[in-house]
Nanobody, 122 residues
Framework: QVQLVESGGGLVQAGGSLRLSCVAS????????MGWFRQAPGKEREFVTT????????VYADSVKGRFTVSRDNAKNTVYLEMNSLKPEDTAVYYC???????????????WGQGTQVTVSS
């Protein structure tokens, strides 16, 4: 069982930056691929990025490529999402997720956090 807790959301102006964190419980964090997803009001949840267990592989959605960076610190059981050049369309609840496996994954996650709100004003 893995429990995930996100933090770092907030209100920011367009062009600004935020850094989200997701802390995982459990002793096997380093064996999990991690993902970030987001859900805007009235829309389905969508994939943002994923990182492999050792950080060696990362995949980004086209909408955030070049602006967002995912990283992880296995010693701290934490995954990060650095978001730069934020746009109003990035406004959403952001969720981190975990699943066991050696690769990167855009779906099929087993564990989810409660989410953190990111609001980008124009």
């Amino acid at each position: 069982q893995v429990q995930l807790v996100e933090s770092g959301g907030g209100l920011v102006q367009a062009g600004g930056s935020l850094r989200l964190s997701c802390v995982a419980s459990g002793r096997t964090f380093s064996s999990y691929a991690m993902g970030w997803f987001r859900q805007a009001p009235g829309k389905e949840r969508e994939f943002v990025t994923t990182i492999s267990w050792n950080g060696g592989r990362r995949v980004y959605a086209d909408s955030v490529k070049g602006r967002f960076t995912v990283s992880r610190d296995n010693a701290k059981n934490t995954v990060y999402l650095e978001m730069n050049s934020l746009k109003p369309e990035d406004t959403a609840v952001y969720y981190c997720a975990a699943r066991p496996g050696p690769l990167v994954y855009m779906e099929g996650y087993d564990y989810w956090g409660q989410g953190t709100q990111v609001t980008v004003s124009s």
